[in-house]
């Protein structure tokens, strides 16, 4: 199983932009798709984007569709999530994942997830 620790987190004011890093270790990241996740309070945890092990695939969901970016740096273990032009309704605690296997948004099993970065975007 991999051990997987989330940073980049914080507030930032609406419009603006922040990076979240998603380090690795125990079996390496590269053995696995990753994915991002967010949870705001009172709410179901929402799946945000995925990507391949090589990071030649790439999958959104329409909340987030050209404002976040997800790359990977196997060489560094480290998956990242870009995050431009903020909202306050992005306002939730965000997860990284490694996924035990993978179809779609609705369709996959989770190996680890992190404990989960605070992103606050005040208007």
């Known amino acids: 199983q991999v051990q997987l620790v989330e940073s980049g987190g914080g507030l930032v004011q609406a419009g603006g932009s922040l990076r979240l890093s998603c380090a690795a270790s125990?079996?390496?990241?590269?053995?696995?798709?990753m994915g991002w996740f967010r949870q705001a309070p009172g709410k179901e945890r929402e799946f945000l984007s995925s990507?391949?092990?090589?990071?030649?695939?790439?999958y959104y969901a329409d909340s987030v569709k050209g404002r976040f970016t997800i790359s990977r740096d196997n060489a560094k273990n480290t998956v990242y999530l870009h995050m431009n032009s903020l909202k306050p309704e992005d306002t939730a605690v965000y997860y990284c994942?490694?996924?035990?296997?993978?179809?779609?948004?609705?369709?996959?099993?989770?190996?680890?997830w992190g404990q989960g970065t605070q992103v606050t975007a005040s208007s």
């Open positions: 994942a490694a996924y035990s296997w993978f179809v779609d948004a609705k369709h996959y099993g989770i190996d680890s």
């Open positions: 990507i391949s092990r090589s990071g030649g695939n790439t």
């Open positions: 125990g079996r390496t990241s590269s053995s696995y798709a």
